[in-house]
């Protein structure tokens, strides 16, 4: 697929800097803040928080713990249903604002990295609360992630984005490189890389000042955005086997290294060098319903409703909501939807082109078959596991290779749920 990546296009030129979203007066801290996770609240309606403080955990034990903070100072009010960016209903708990910040204004002291231990950087990413949004779809706990690593001998950070409509990683990995590359250091540290791989896209503004800033078990990995996808870990892997750095590599990309995002290492930073837990992140603004689109960091919890005044209102009425991208995010209809961990991009659009929703039988055209670059054959992994029938074992353990990109959606005239229903059945087998 051609893509119509606009970091290609150089509109990330057109950014200078981020800015602090402004404060809500409530937050809504969903608890389903990572693929196949819920928390549990750890607070009740009336209590105190402050800032960066713990409200929710998941696990079962101290191996196993990972923990939500609160974004904003002041009293919980409610827990309550929500709907959170996925489309998905969560419960949250809503906190209204109130008290001194303990994080925001204050002036951030880095500590070094030196005395640093490889449990000490996974101690403090877990306790910090960070995801790992690599994968928008199936955002992941970095510490348990790396916990369970097995084989891993490279880091693999991508500083662009995989979704050809979202530009977030590429303005994140622009406005904060030099946070990147220590938060890449630390945690190349606790997985015990033997090298770090910056994949990053050709036409990349900050190219000469990275190679400047890193060592010599440093890479950069030039990736061509022409075509989607190219963000993947299948195509990063792949392109390094047809580059030239293969040959000054003693150690190769495998799929078993660990694959992060450059929103998510800034992250990383944050919570290893400056303590600070996982309590904002960087999102970027679009559509043609504003005025301008903007990066801002934005609090977990806040309402998209409570956003767009800081950007001037809406110029046009929105129809449509798209978070995360049109190729690889989803849409919601309500404006009350809160900002969560793995939200990269919002993007407001008008005038929509009503089209046929329904869902109709397959065709069998092929489409799906010739658009999928695994070279799979999604219509008959889809009819076969909506109707209960039979499959090989060998045959629907092939889901395994979906990369999820969702070139298969996109080509189907009968509108079929190919790559989600792919994706339910991958998930069975990579369980097993």
Known sequence: MKSNNPVVSNEVKNYQDSQNAFLSKEVCISLAQEYGITYKSLVKPGDIVREGEIIAKAGN??????????????????????????????????????????????????????????????NSVID???????????????????????????????????????????????????????????????????????AIDQKFNNKDFLKLEIASDMHVLEMN????????????????????????????????????????????????????????????????????????????????????????????????IVINGL????????????????VKSVEFISNVKRVDNQIYSCINCGNCRFACPVKLSPDILYTNTINFKFMPENFAASSIACIECGL???VCPARLPLSQTIALLKDKYTKE
């Not at 919980?76 to 906190?95: E, M």
């Not at 075509?227 to 293969?246: D, K, M, W």
């Not at 690889?328 to 900002?339: A, E």
């Open 225 to 320: 955005l022409k075509r989607y996808p190219c963000g993947t870990q299948r195509e990063i892997v792949s392109n390094f086997r047809r580059s030239a750095l293969r040959k000054n590599c003693e150690i190769p990309l495998t799929k078993n290294d660990l694959f992060i995002d450059s929103s998510s290492v800034y992250e990383v930073f944050k919570a290893v060098l400056c303590s600070i837990p996982s309590i904002s992140k960087p999102v970027h603004f679009s559509g043609n319903c504003l005025s301008s689109s903007c990066l801002l960091n934005v609090k977990i919890g806040t309402p998209l409703k409570d956003i767009v005044s800081q950007l001037g209102g809406f110029v046009k009425t929105p129809e449509l």
């Open 327 to 342: 190729i690889c995010g989803s849409s919601v209809q309500s404006m009350d939807v809160p900002i969560t961990k793995y």
């Open 61 to 122: 034990g101290p191996e196993d713990t990972t923990y939500l903070h609160s974004s904003l100072p002041g009293k919980v009010t409610d827990i309550l249903p929500c709907y959170s960016p996925d489309g998905k209903h969560n419960y949250a708990i809503k906190i209204k604002f109130g008290g001194s910040l303990s994080y925001l204004g204050k002036k951030v002291k880095e500590g070094s990295a030196d005395h640093l231990t490889p449990t000490n950087v996974i």
């Open 408 to 410: 298969c959606n996109t």
């Open 128 to 198: 910090n609360g960070v995801i790992n949004t690599f994968k928008t779809a199936k955002p992941v706990n970095l510490g348990m992630q790396i916990k369970n690593l097995k084989n891993c001998q490279n880091l693999v950070v991508r500083m662009y984005d995989e979704d050809p409509y979202r530009i977030t990683d590429s303005l994140v990995s622009k406005f904060y490189i030099n946070e990147i590359v220590k938060g890449a250091k630390v945690l190349a540290k606790a997985i015990r890389a033997k090298g770090i791989f910056f």
